[in-house]
């Protein structure tokens, strides 16, 4: 009886130090299929966003797509900027049977004028440039209005479940893109051209999107959650910068990014089910500093350029999952329409990822030409300087008090009021992870004896701990604690209102 008793205890604390594990794995569990269809999703995504090279039949076709290589993402920033300015001006939310299928139809429509393009370029030029043209329209602003369906249907499910289901999507993607190598370019072009029509029925056939609440998006007030723009349009300026800064390193292995992305969500992954961070950590002091690593690494060697390419691929993936979770948490915690923020949220990394690519584009005389060590060094210093100054001003305390910053993405709910309170103390005072769950059961007013049962944790420890809070809260007793707590709760009331 006692080596059983041992084991349950075990088992419930690595319950806890595994937050939400089984709860979030259930997602995957539940519908496969929901997964699969957008890592597929992604994966289209990325071939034909990212290396639509490789659907080239010669140099010269792929020189014409390099001179469309941001076609499509510029129709993409477009679609969703259509997106907030429906919503926005007309409070027009497109929805329906008739909507899906239109949407499902010039996905799969754009693919195939893209891909009839590429074929039609050798034999005509003008033919195929048009084909390419028309159908970076129609692929590009759809996949715009498909992602915001897929949010959409994320919301059902709330942050944890998304961010769970995005990591094992993205090696689904990975996965799936690196297979692709393998595969003779006419059945490469076959299997593009179905994967966006295949994912978009599955989306619109899941139960949870077809049951997906829509009354937030009937919202008459609307804000801007600016500090997700800041650090959206961050992610984006670092990412178009190192997309051309790319082509100025030799021997970049194959599918570098799409390994790199894989390893950052695994490295998601892992810190979700093992750590008790808040999205701010997540992003600033992990997903930021990653990024930064990798243009150090550039800067310090520049030879080492195609392994701080991959680095960066760990940190991009790393935050951009992160704010996939956020977004989740911002729509239904906020009841904040999801084509708004959606829109307005993308828009900001596309703004950012156009600008980085102007930058580095301006002292070149044609697209993607390789640039000068001395000039690759002077982006890489900038930007680690920029990454480290975002993290820093955005994360300091006076952006702590309220919002998305301080909700874990284990978190089973939307946190209540008090537990908010505490975790803003905590903020302020410096209190760890745990320390804060250990205030959480005082401002409850919960005796030691509970604490140590209800966190399977020796009576020493606990003492240990609340000695540790009283000292950091600089107060001596629990009542003095509560009250605390509750006057914090009253600021936060009065800066709700």
Known sequence: MRVAS?????TQGLREKTPGLGISLQAVKTRPSRVVAFGLFWAWIWLLFQDSERLAL???ASLLFTLLYYLPLLFYALGFAAIGLLYQVKHIVPQGPRYERTLATFVTAGTLLIVGGFWLYPRSPLLGSICC???????????????????????????????ISCVFATLIAGAFVIATELLPLTALWLLLAILPGLSACALFHDPAYQSSPRHSDVATTVYVPWKLLATAFVQGLSLGLIAVLSSSFADIPAFAATIGYMVGALLI?????????????FIYRIGFPIMAAAWLTILAVHSFGAFGVGVHAIGYRFVDLAIWSVTIYIIKDKQLPTNWVCAVNTSALMAGQFLGVGLALLPTTRPLQPLQEELCNGYAAVMVLVLFMVALLVFSSKNLKTGWGLVRPSDETVPDDLVEACRTLGA???????????????????????ICNDLVLAQDTVKTYIRTVYRKLEVHSQQEVISLVEKQMMQHEEKSE
């Open 133 to 163: 043209i028309f159908g970076c329209l129609l692929a590009g602003s759809s996949a715009a209005f498909l992602h915001t369906e897929w949010a959409r249907l994320f919301v059902s499910l709330g942050a944890r479940a998304t961010i």
């Open 58 to 60: 010669s140099e010269s």
């Open 6 to 10: 041992i084991r349950e205890k075990a």
């Open 428 to 450: 302020y005072r410096k209190l760890t992870s745990r320390e804060t769950d250990i205030l959480v059961y005082l401002a409850r007013g919960r005796n030691r004896a509970y």
């Open 269 to 281: 992954l892992g810190v979700v089910l093992l750590f008790r961070v808040d999205y701010n950590a």
